[in-house]
C-alpha cells in the first residue's frame, strides 16, 4: 500500500538555526506533494505544494521544498526558524488511484517546538 | 469569505451516543472531505465526497456514516459513539479530485471525546 513517511516525529531547535524535515513516500507514479502547517490550536494551512517542473519549491514564511524523484523524497526546509515556527508539519501525497480518483495521504506529522 | 466552518468546536458524548457532525463550505468547491487526527498517526481519511450526490469510503470508514446534503455541506454522523472514536476530526473541502489544483482547504476541527 502506498504510504508516506516522516521520520522525525519531534524535533526542537534554537532560534535561527536551519530547519530539515523529512518526508519520503512509497508510490511509484505520478504524485503531488504538499507540506501542510497545524499551529497550536488553528487548522491546517498550506504551505507550499509540487505539482510539476521545478523540483525546487517556495511557499509561504521562507519555507521550501525539494522533490528528488529518485529517492521518493520531499524534504522541507527553513534556512533560519522563528519561534513562531513552532508548530505541526504534515507531508502529503496526492495519489492517482487505480478508480482514476487522486486520494491524499497524510504522514504521521513532525513537531517542531523553536525554543528562544 | 468564512472558508470550511464547522461545528460543534466540542463535544463529550457516552459510549453509544449518536451524533453529527456539520461542515459547511462556502468556496463552490465540488470535493468534500471527513479526516480524523489522532497523535502520532497524522490524519486519516473517513469518507469523502467527489461531488454532490456521491460518497466514497476512506481509509477508515467503520463506525461512520455520511451525507452530503448539498453542494456547500456534508456531515459525518456517529449512529453508536466508541471510545476509539475519540479523536479531532476535521473537514476539508476542493475545488475538485481530478484537477492539477489538488489544494484542500480545512475547517477548524471538532474535538469530540466518548467516554
Known amino acids: 500500500a502506498q504510504s508516506v513517511s516522516q521520520h522525525n516525529h519531534h524535533v526542537i531547535l534554537s532560534e535561527a538555526a536551519s530547519l530539515e524535515l523529512g518526508c519520503n513516500y512509497s508510490?511509484?507514479?505520478?504524485?503531488?506533494l504538499f507540506w501542510y502547517v497545524q499551529y497550536p490550536g488553528q487548522h491546517l494551512q498550506l504551505l507550499l505544494k509540487?505539482?510539476?517542473?521545478?523540483?525546487l519549491v517556495k511557499g509561504i514564511k521562507g519555507f521550501e521544498a525539494e522533490f528528488i524523484k529518485s529517492k521518493f523524497s520531499f524534504n522541507l526546509r527553513k534556512p533560519s526558524v522563528q519561534w513562531s515556527d513552532t508548530a505541526e508539519y504534515f507531508c502529503?501525497?496526492?495519489?492517482?488511484?487505480?478508480?482514476?480518483?487522486?486520494?491524499?495521504?497524510f504522514g504521521s506529522g513532525t513537531r517542531l517546538q523553536v525554543q528562544p | 469569505n468564512a472558508g470550511v466552518t464547522q461545528t460543534p468546536k466540542f463535544q463529550v458524548l457516552k459510549t453509544g451516543q449518536s451524533m453529527t457532525l456539520q461542515c459547511a463550505q462556502d468556496?463552490?468547491?465540488?470535493?468534500m472531505y471527513w479526516y480524523r487526527q489522532d497523535p502520532g498517526m497524522g490524519l486519516r481519511l473517513i469518507y469523502y465526497?467527489?461531488?454532490?450526490?456521491?460518497?466514497d469510503k476512506g481509509e477508515v470508514p467503520n463506525g461512520y456514516n455520511v451525507s452530503r446534503l448539498n453542494k456547500r455541506e456534508f456531515s459525518l454522523r456517529l449512529e453508536s459513539a466508541a471510545p476509539s472514536q475519540t479523536s479531532v476530526y476535521f473537514c476539508?473541502?476542493?475545488?475538485?479530485?481530478?484537477?492539477?489544483?489538488?489544494?484542500?482547504?480545512f475547517g477548524p476541527g471538532t474535538r469530540l471525546t466518548v467516554t
Open positions: 468556496m463552490n468547491h465540488n470535493s
Open positions: 509540487y505539482f510539476s517542473g521545478d523540483p
Open positions: 502529503a501525497v496526492s495519489l492517482l488511484m487505480d478508480t482514476g480518483r487522486r486520494a491524499l495521504t
Open positions: 465526497s467527489a461531488s454532490e450526490g456521491t460518497t
Open positions: 508510490y511509484g507514479g505520478t504524485v503531488n
Open positions: 476539508a473541502s476542493s475545488e475538485a479530485l481530478l484537477r492539477d489544483s489538488y489544494e484542500q482547504y
